[in-house]
């Protein structure tokens, strides 16, 4: 019997390809809950964060619209930051990296924690009041990582990449 099915199928699919296959993709609505997600942001160049920032955005925005419709207190939402994207947050950079720190602030009203890792503020030099005030400063990132993920939190770790083609070139 197995030798004649492997026989039929090939030429049925020759004969009959659209018949066997859909028109095209279909569209689920996974049944997302209320998230408790820590994300960690560790990044080379501190521009980085920006691109950071559009994984927490779009995460908050797909449960926020239809037919979700979560509200932002809904969500556990953890940044953690220890890398160079530290002096994202320092007040006398604040010029610089103004529209980052400007999403951030707004991220930070909707309820998203962001916490600094004290032991890289050290290496920075930093004190407490160098940071926007939306800031809240921890002994450890990685202490801080594993006692979210204890708290049932899931680990989000945002990949920066550089885009190396236009989506039009591409398509």
Do not use: H
């Amino acid at each position: 019997m197995t030798r004649i099915l492997k026989k039929i199928i090939p030429v049925l699919l020759l004969v009959f390809p659209t018949s066997l296959f859909a028109e095209g993709a279909t569209y689920t609505e996974t049944p997302y809950k209320e998230p408790r997600v820590v994300f960690d942001f560790y990044f080379n160049e501190p521009d980085d964060i920006n691109s950071a920032l559009y994984w927490v955005r779009t995460f908050m925005n797909t449960l926020m619209e239809e037919p979700y419709n979560m509200a932002p207190e809904m969500m556990d939402l953890v940044v953690v930051i220890r890398g160079m994207e530290i002096v994202t947050v320092a007040k006398k950079n604040y010029p610089r990296y103004k529209s980052a720190v400007d999403r951030m602030q707004y991220l930070a009203m909707l309820g998203v924690k962001f916490k600094v890792c004290g032991l890289a503020a050290k290496t920075y030099g930093y004190t407490l009041e160098d940071f926007q005030d939306f800031i809240e400063v921890i002994p450890s990132a990685i202490n801080e990582l594993v006692y979210w993920q204890q708290q049932g939190y899931v680990l989000l770790t945002p990949t920066i990449l550089s885009k190396k083609y236009s989506v039009e070139e591409i398509r």
